[in-house]
T-cell receptor, first 110, second 113 residues
Framework: RKEVEQDPGPFNVPEGATVAFNCTYS??????FFWYRQDCRKEPKLLMS???SGNEDGRFTAQLNRASQYISLLIRDSKLSDSATYLC???????????FGTGTKLQVIP | DAMVIQNPRYQVTQFGKPVTLSCSQT?????MYWYQQKSSQAPKLLFH???????NEADTPDNFQSRRPNTSFCFLDIRSPGLGDTAMYLC????????????FGNGTRLTVT
């Protein structure tokens, strides 16, 4: 089993739709979690950290479920500009124990 | 703005011809990383520095070397590039704390011909 797993998609959704991605992790000792956005042929950019209590930033909501070992990202009112690959990142503690998921591709269509 | 800068953005080199990629940061972060990312794949960690302490991943080819002369700069040297080394190379930094996110540079897209 991979340490961090994501559904690669692509998720094709119409503008205005709500879409959710999950990311599962295998190591129960994982400590911190992040969602990154990566546009085609560009570097990953931090979208949001994921806190135990869940957190929201505008149209984006991140949740952590430690019992089931997954994190989620919810995007409301999808925009064309949200089209990108969303990478889940899990840190098992310490700067050297960072693992990336392979990413979920989102395509928002007019 | 504090940031991570990579140069060049695009590099084309011939099979076997050494190439050096550079990364600089103004974030004053202790930790610097080099990742290789191929198309539709997750970034793959090559090595990282904690200050001057160098840590090589077990599966990083010997062909890949790195130097960090000071806190701000880090270099990736590919001694004899092969066709399979064509990829995006990403530099990232972080503070030493476990909850600190990675901050990526803009990447260098390397093509080996």
């Amino acid at each position: 089993r991979k340490e961090v797993e994501q559904d690669p998609g692509p998720f094709n959704v119409p503008e205005g739709a709500t879409v959710a991605f999950n990311c599962t992790y295998s190591n129960s000792a994982s400590q911190s979690f992040f969602w990154y956005r990566q546009d085609c042929r560009k570097e990953p950019k931090l979208l949001m950290s994921v806190y135990s209590s869940g957190n929201e930033d505008g149209r984006f909501t991140a949740q952590l479920n430690r019992a089931s070992q997954y994190i989620s990202l919810l995007i409301r009112d999808s925009k064309l500009s949200d089209s990108a690959t969303y990478l889940c990142v899990v840190n098992r503690g310490g700067y050297q124990k960072v693992t990336f998921g392979t990413g979920t591709k989102l395509q928002v269509i007019p | 703005d504090a940031m991570v800068i990579q140069n060049p953005r695009y590099q084309v080199t011939q099979f076997g011809k050494p190439v050096t990629l550079s990364c600089s940061q103004t974030l004053n972060h202790n930790v610097m990383y080099w990742y290789q990312q191929k198309s539709s794949q997750a970034p793959k960690l090559l090595f990282h520095y904690y200050d001057k302490d160098f840590n090589n991943e077990a599966d990083t080819p010997d062909n890949f070397q790195s130097r960090r002369p000071n806190t701000s700069f880090c270099f990736l040297d590919i001694r004899s590039p092969g066709l399979g080394d064509t990829a995006m190379y990403l530099c990232a930094t972080s503070r030493e704390g476990g909850n600190s996110p990675l901050h990526f540079g803009n990447g260098t897209r390397l093509t080996v011909t």
